[in-house]
């Protein structure tokens, strides 16, 4: 896969990543029963077990799904500098060059 490919995927990843946390945080912000209001169902007796949980299972994803794209674009990018053989940091340029 091509560099340029490859950012763009993990731009998309970060982007719903950081969605999903965004709309997390809102449902941890929203009140205690807003799915019983909705939904008229009282699966938790009011308390907003239920909603917390919901809230948490998406702030959780979206900051997996973050940790995942970022760890496969890291990857990436550590094996691309292996095939061809640059240095990954600045401080072994000076001693990858042939001084003889």
Do not use: C, H, Q
């Not at 950012?7 to 946390?21: E, P």
């Not at 009282?42 to 794209?69: Q, R, Y």
């Not at 550590?78 to 990858?96: F, G, K, Y």
Request: no cysteine; proline share 2%.
């Amino acid at each position: 896969m091509s560099e340029n490919r490859l950012l763009t995927r993990t731009r998309i990843v970060v982007i719903v990543a950081v969605v999903l946390v965004v709309v997390g945080v809102g449902l941890a912000r929203a009140p205690e029963d807003w799915i019983e209001v909705l939904t008229g169902f009282d699966m938790d007796n009011g308390n907003g077990l239920v909603e917390a949980l919901m809230a948490s299972a998406v702030i959780a994803v979206g900051v997996a799904l973050g940790a995942f794209g970022y760890r496969r674009r890291r990857r990436k990018l550590i094996s691309s500098r292996e095939i061809i053989s640059l240095p990954a940091r600045n401080s072994d340029i000076s001693t990858s060059v042939d001084r003889t």
